[in-house]
């Protein structure tokens, strides 16, 4: 067990660190998005519990930025208010969800696919970020259980409904492949489980999410067929263009008032700081 960050071989700190930034960033937008329908879903009880998600997604964040913000090689710089490059979220959250339907979608899946990087970081061999995590991983709980919930209310909406469900679920199906990487090939997922502080290479991550959210799926074709030790992909992602710090498909597209509340242009023109 490595009780402190810089007792990690250095080849390996800076694989860390982008992981690091990587899960928070996509963690603080990902609270972002469910924020922005905290009075917006299709009941009142659904408007409290995205907000309480939020907020838990928002915490996660924190925590990961506290570990990161002690390491030497934490990427992040002055350039983070003014460039939407330095931002390594999933792209899936780039824009606002436009409907609840793209809410839900990823809470399905992106919110998933979080989880299994947190719970793997959490059996691993970093105690500052294995023990931050052990709360983070149960409050995720249940965010699964709403998903399911929600996604079974889909899968018997009206057909219009259901049809733009199932093309929200493959958007957010290609990002999520695309985290995991050239699985097989040189990867910072594969050196980080090998050193132990991931406690499963990228392969086995991936095999993870996809037993996690197929049983939502109902059928839907994504490319994934049943096998004796779990799934299997039909074909390998394409990942041209992929960027192995932020693990993503380009770069960052966010909409103007999205960025400014990331990056909290707003309170700094108020004098406010974090």
């Known amino acids: 067990m490595y009780e402190r960050t810089e007792d990690l071989p250095a080849e390996l700190r800076q694989d860390l660190a982008d992981w690091l930034l990587a899960t928070a960033d996509s963690k603080s937008v990902l609270g972002l998005r469910y924020a922005e329908w905290s009075t917006g879903a299709p009941e009142l009880e659904a408007d409290v519990t995205i907000s309480a998600m939020a907020q838990y997604e928002m915490g996660h964040a924190r925590l990961l930025r506290g570990v990161l913000a002690k390491m030497d090689e934490d990427p992040r710089n002055d350039a983070r208010n003014t460039d939407q490059a330095t931002w390594r979220n999933m792209a899936s959250l780039d824009r606002p969800a436009p409907s609840w339907v793209e809410v839900v979608a990823l809470n399905g899946l992106v919110d998933a696919l979080l989880t299994v990087n947190l719970e793997s970081a959490m059996n691993g061999n970093v105690a500052p970020i294995a023990q931050r995590l052990r709360k983070a991983v149960s409050e995720e709980e249940y965010h699964t259980l709403h998903a399911q919930a929600w996604f079974e209310r889909m899968w018997t909406a009206p057909p ?11 958007a957010a199906w290609t990002d999520c492949l695309a985290w995991f990487g050239p699985v097989g090939a040189d990867n910072s997922l594969d050196r980080l489980a090998a050193a132990g502080i991931l406690d499963a290479d990228a392969a086995t991550l991936r095999q993870r999410f996809v037993a996690m959210v197929m049983p939502m799926l109902q059928g839907l074709e994504v490319g994934v067929a049943a096998a004796d030790d779990g799934w299997t992909l039909a074909a390998e992602p394409d990942l041209e263009g992929w960027d192995p710090a932020s ?9 103007k008032a999205s960025f400014a509340m990331l990056t909290g242009a707003h309170a700094r023109a108020m004098g406010v700081e974090d």
């Open 160 to 170: 219009e409904i259901v049809e733009r469900f199932s093309a929200a679920i493959l």
């Open 247 to 255: 693990r993503r498909l380009g770069p960052p597209n966010f909409d």
